[in-house]
């Protein structure tokens, strides 16, 4: 019976393998890191637990208009967002701008404001605009430019140039090319990221909140200030369930536009 050759040893596999083992056992060295602190107050986590399983119902009241204000700063953060965000990834499209220096220095501006985190917008706004639902909607229309954009200007270097190259040909305008070769294929697309943001802005404008920047954040962060942990419960109920119904809404909008 004829044997079956044997696979090559992946090389680089293994050497993946190891560095990140190593990579792994440093880091448990350096920071201290000890497993046994995850359960030293398993207690107090349970007791915690316990508290929170028992909403406190009559808190409903008081909570349901900053919950309200909470969907408002993800709508209006998304909203301001993505619009600024359509022109600005047809500028750093190289199929649409065909001048390097010019998307080299938009994309430059553009993945700087990616790498700053939700939490430190809310902070920075914060310092600059004070506590308040606007503070929570500027940090998260910064971040859904910053997402919005990245996302869609890879849609926009991806479409067929058919279109662009007949359009060209015949002597349209860069505004007659955008117009009727390059959003009829992308504009599906753009929908999508605007509700894909608004997911995630749902969730952070939560936590946007517990640092002062409005909302419902502000009265979990009270909650948990003064251990009314039945209180939290009852914040992360509703919060749950809000996000699970937005999440449902949302995913069946983008599912219908790729259909």
Known sequence: MEQLPKKPLNLNKWIVTVVMILGFVYSVMVTQLDFTQLFANFGD???????MCS???GYLDKITNPLLETI???????????IIAF???LLVSQNIVKNKIVTGIFRFILNIIRTIPNLLLGAIFVAIIGIGAVTGVFALAVFTFGMVSKLFYEAIETIDEGPIEAL????????QIIRYGVLPQVMSYYISYVLYAFEINVRSSTILGYIGAGGIGLFLERALSMYRYDRVGLIVLVTFIVILVIDEISNRSREALTK
């Open 45 to 51: 986590f349970t007791e915690i637990l316990v508290k």
């Open 55 to 57: 909403p406190d119902w």
């Open 72 to 82: 408002k700063m993800a709508i209006l953060g998304t909203l301001i967002g993505s």
């Open 87 to 89: 022109p600005y990834a």
């Open 168 to 175: 060209t040909a015949v002597g349209a305008t860069k505004m």
